[in-house]
């Protein structure tokens, strides 16, 4: 008779600190939208270029999450990117959430470098985000964003990732049945 094995990290021991660091992303974010709405000197340009980082610091808590629960079940990383493509693509794309995730964080770290790694390029080229010049409106974090959250939502991105390591966790037990 199959019996499933229970891994120690069935219990999501990163969701506490995701939630935190989100939380705090959301409220600075929330903060600046207050200023916009004031109807002051601080517009919807000013709202792009300071949030841009704060997003794309979101990207990179959600990039740590995803990795951070592959090397839970699996105790590498090194095949993480086909862990990424364990759910359904996103509508009209040949990639996942997971993956466009994993993009924009690389995008974020990377910007300033000049010339993106060649997977994180082919991210951001399969959903048809491109940066022209130093147009803020035209980043790929807010083109990125709108795919995963109309509203721009990082609890909604939240819970893809970790609808995602439950699917995860499904596939790792699937793969310990004695």
Known sequence: MATTKTH????????TSLIQIITGLDNSIQSLNNKVEERGWYDGLWFLEDT???YGL?????QNYINGSI???YESTHSKAIYYDIIPKLP???KTAIELIIGLANYIKHK???KLHGGTQAILD???ITRIGDDIKESPIFSGLTLLSKEWDLFEITKTV???RKILLETFNNNYID
Do not use: H, L, N, V
Not at 8 to 15: E, G, H, K, L
Not at 58 to 62: D, M, P, R, S
């Open 71 to 73: 090397k839970d079940f």
């Open 58 to 62: 979101a990207f990179i808590a959600f």
């Open 126 to 128: 399969e959903f048809k």
């Open 92 to 94: 009209t794309f040949d």
């Open 8 to 15: 120690f990290f069935t219990a999501d021991y990163r969701y």
């Open 112 to 114: 300033e470098d000049g």
């Open 52 to 54: 841009e980082p704060i």
């Open 162 to 164: 970790t609808t995602w």
